[in-house]
C-alpha cells in the first residue's frame, strides 16, 4: 500500500489498472470539501481525461494499488 498525503493530490495524474469505457488516464480536479472547516479533507473530484466524466473519490481509495497507478502510465 503507498502512502500518499490529500493535501498533495490536486491535480495529480492516476492510472486505472482495470480501464472501463476506455476511460484509463485520470486527473484530480477539485478537493470536495467537508460541510465543517474542523473536518479533514477526504474527498476529491477525479476527471477521464477521455471523456471528460467526474466521479467523487475518497482519497484513501488511490491506495489501492489494484485499482490506480499513481501518474499516467
Known amino acids: 500500500m503507498r502512502r500518499l ?3 498533495k493530490l490536486l491535480l495529480s495524474k492516476w492510472t486505472a489498472v482495470k ?3 476506455k ?3 485520470f486527473l484530480i480536479r ?3 470539501r467537508p ?3 474542523h473536518l479533514p479533507v ?3 473530484e477525479l ?3 477521455h471523456s471528460g466524466r467526474t466521479q467523487i473519490i475518497h482519497w484513501r481509495d488511490l491506495q ?3 485499482q490506480w497507478l499513481q501518474g499516467w502510465k
Open 35 to 37: 460541510e465543517s472547516d
Open 64 to 66: 489501492d494499488e489494484d
Open 42 to 44: 477526504e474527498q476529491f
Open 5 to 7: 498525503n490529500p493535501k
Open 30 to 32: 477539485s478537493v470536495v
Open 23 to 25: 476511460e484509463k488516464h
Open 47 to 49: 476527471e477521464a481525461v
Open 19 to 21: 480501464p472501463v469505457n
